[in-house]
């Protein structure tokens, strides 16, 4: 028996503000359509310009292995053989580089069918060769090896390449298949280093490749050599850096931005009288407490006693939580961090698919009183000795996320419990998590290579992905957590495609880490994304979301930018 795909590609059914808000004059730059009455001139260039959360100076790096990589890089400048919708309900992948693949019986080998006729943007034709190089690359560089999976490659013919993996890797599919993209043979082979290598002048078979860079903004445009008939049709793409993340929506007003995804306070009233702009919402990931769980690791603070970690679950109001920072666009999430309507299959206990909606401060209490923690005089509890007060870390600008950190210091004090909360720059914020340098953080969990479990399960609980305090848990564990049931279930669902086996595992998963709460979740945040269709119309919609339109969504922004085509006047 052989599992075995085999498709064709298909068709696709804030107010004003002052240009300084804008970090480099050449973030205003805006060719094209003009956004008032009258046309463009004949000879004018298509351009849009998108804002996918940048702040600050920008830092040059188009490295498709590199964890630091602009986030254009994957999917508008590099390709994947496939590609996953995140958005949609799971089904087939769509074929980008590669057009068929198949299983051998025991989950060991993969024969990969690559596309003919693509050239790469330097008009170069691309080959099995190049994927089997990139496979070995990744293989022989364990550093660039960021999803755990090693597997060699040989290309057979032209349009043919087998991987080969040392174990059962069904699970690996999305990762393989999607999560990977695809290098020149003839540029990379004569890199030095490609840990360290920046990549400045990158040639890709993506629709766009890099027509100008500075520190304020980088400058795309239209890939001549592209594999896609008629596409892109967008000749120009500029991503800007703001001043900070609150500086977007008077951009977006102004007409400075056409694509970006930010949450944005009294969204309905801000585009009421703005014909020209529109948002879909997406939500797809979760707004979770990530605490630094394990005291055996190094994580120190009264959140490594499983009992803290309950209280706080069950004292927040996330009711109260959606009006004051979700805007009332966020829904319910679930103890076992998956997508309570999207993934309702993969939930054991149908009482575990829905985290409460309304504080429990009476059973928070007697959870705390349980396990030692006793009121003080000042209705602080302390145990042993230690006060049971924990600092929460959230970046600056995040306005939503600092509002949630002040309602929840007035929740959690309910129950006896100190919220300090921090504001720090993404740089050290992100630092801190992956060292272990913290004690709560505010951080969202979803978008994995699949929909299947499996992905947030490995990703964020596996103790294989997880280091001592310290070292960079770069691979997803920062909540440093280690069940050896959990690893076990983990082990098993990995080495079988089987969904019967899966679902067996998952529910064990479930039960433990519904108790453990090394991730305390709050709800399925909004992913609002706004659009101004004056010079580009063909957005995702809540009719047809064929992709995930975060403007900060790797992969996806490929998808969307060649799917978009200038407005007409």
């Not at 001043?243 to 008077?250: P, R």
Request: hydrophobic share 35%; with cysteine.
């Amino acid at each position: 028996m052989s599992f075995k795909f085999s498709g064709t590609r298909p068709a696709r059914k804030r107010l004003g503000l002052a240009a300084a808000a804008l970090v480099g004059s050449t973030a205003l730059v805006l060719t094209g359509c003009a956004s008032g009455g009258g046309g463009a001139a004949e000879d004018a260039v298509s351009s849009i310009t998108v804002f996918n959360g940048a702040t600050g100076t920008i830092t040059e790096n188009f490295n498709p292995f590199s964890t630091n990589a602009l986030q254009p890089t994957l999917g508008v400048v590099f390709e994947s053989l496939f590609w996953y919708n995140a958005a949609a309900e799971e089904k087939e992948p769509t074929p980008i580089l590669g057009t068929a693949y198949e299983w051998n019986e025991d989950g060991t080998e993969l024969t990969i069918t690559t596309r003919e006729g693509v050239k790469w943007s330097d008009g170069e034709d691309f080959t099995a060769e190049d994927v089997a190089f990139t496979f070995n690359l990744v293989s022989e560089t364990p550093e660039l090896n960021t999803t755990g999976l090693s597997a060699t490659a040989e290309a057979t013919d032209t349009n043919t390449v087998v991987l080969k993996f040392k174990e059962n890797s069904f699970m690996q599919e999305p990762n393989v298949l999607g999560n990977r993209g695809i290098v020149p043979e003839h540029i990379w082979k004569d890199v030095a280093d490609p840990i360290t290598e920046i990549n400045s002048n990158p040639v890709g078979t993506g629709p766009y490749k890099v027509k100008d860079f500075t520190a304020q903004s980088y400058l795309m445009e239209k890939n001549d050599q592209y594999w896609e008939e008629g596409k892109p049709e967008i000749e120009e793409v500029r991503y800007i850096s703001l001043e900070s993340a609150d500086a977007a929506t008077g951009a977006l007003l102004d007409g400075q931005i056409d694509w970006m995804s930010s949450f944005l306070p009294g969204l309905e009233t801000i585009l009421k009288d703005n014909e020209n702009l529109s948002y879909v919402n997406t939500p797809a990931m979760m707004t979770s407490i990530v605490t630094c769980s394990n005291e055996a690791l190094g994580c120190e603070g009264p959140q490594t006693d499983k009992a803290v970690r309950q209280a706080v679950y069950l004292a927040m109001n996330r009711e109260q939580l959606n009006q004051l920072a979700g805007g009332g666009f966020a829904q319910p999430a679930s103890p076992v961090m998956v997508l309570p309507e999207r993934d309702e299959k993969w939930i054991s206990n149908p009482e575990l698919k829905e985290v409460p909606q309304s504080a429990s401060v009476s059973e928070a209490e007697k959870v705390l009183e349980a396990a030692g923690w006793t009121k003080g005089s000042d209705g602080i509890r302390e145990k042993d000795g230690e006060r049971l007060s924990l600092t929460i870390q959230t970046v600056s600008g995040w306005s939503d996320y600092i509002s949630i950190n002040d309602a929840l210091t007035q929740q959690l004090a309910e129950a006896g419990i100190e919220l300090k909360p921090t504001q720090v720059t993404y740089n050290e914020w992100s630092s801190n998590q992956t060292l272990g340098q913290f004690q709560l953080s505010l951080d969202s969990i979803g978008v994995q290579p699949s929909n299947n479990p499996y992905f947030t399960y490995d990703n964020w609980y596996n103790v294989q992905n997880t280091v001592p305090v310290g070292e960079s848990a770069i691979a997803g564990n920062a909540s440093r957590y280690d069940n050896p049931v959990v690893n076990e279930a983990i082990a098993v669902a990995r080495a079988t495609n089987d969904e019967a086996i899966q679902k067996e595992q998952y529910a064990l998963i479930q039960e433990q880490i519904a108790v453990d709460l090394p991730y305390i979740p709050i709800y399925v945040n909004s992913m609002l994304t706004e659009f101004n269709t004056d010079r580009a119309t063909g957005w995702p919609s809540e009719d047809d979301t064929y992709a995930l339109p975060a403007s900060w969504k790797a992969w996806d922004n490929g998808i969307v930018l060649k799917n978009i085509t200038p407005a007409q006047k």
